[in-house]
């Protein structure tokens, strides 16, 4: 199982992006996807969450109100909106899958893309 990610980039603060990560050949029946994101010299965050099944998602305190995770079953696709970026939210952006439920409340996901990057000026 391959997950690809496209969509970072450098914006503004206060600008908006749109990462997705592609699972080519691979449906999106895992228990859960989720993006996470690593900035240098710091720990692995878990940042939002879709179960597949249900739809329902989960997002950390930091980007709730923010960031919005969504699926696209038909193109097995999960997407991230990040809008009102902040500098804060500079980092390497990846995204994982969960073959385990109980899985999905850790950061020990089954499969990982390669991450990308987004940048954030002031």
């Known amino acids: 199982v391959q997950l690809v990610e496209s969509g970072g980039g450098s914006v503004q603060a206060g600008g908006s992006l749109r990462p997705s990560c592609a699972a080519p050949?691979?449906?999106?029946?895992?228990?859960?996807m989720g993006w996470f994101r690593q900035a240098p010299g710091k720990a692995r965050e878990r940042v939002a969450v879709i179960f597949t099944g249900s739809g329902s998602t989960y997002y950390a305190d930091s980007v709730k109100g923010r960031f919005t995770i969504s699926q696209d079953n038909a193109k097995n696709t999960l997407y991230l909106q990040m809008d009102s970026l902040k500098p804060v939210d500079a980092a390497m952006y990846y995204c994982?899958?969960?073959?385990?439920?109980?899985?999905?409340?850790?950061?020990?996901?089954?499969?990982w893309g390669q991450g990308t990057q987004v940048t954030v000026s002031s």
């Open positions: 994982a899958a969960a073959s385990n439920p109980r899985t999905c409340w850790t950061n020990d996901y089954n499969y």
């Open positions: 050949g691979y449906t999106l029946s895992s228990s859960c």
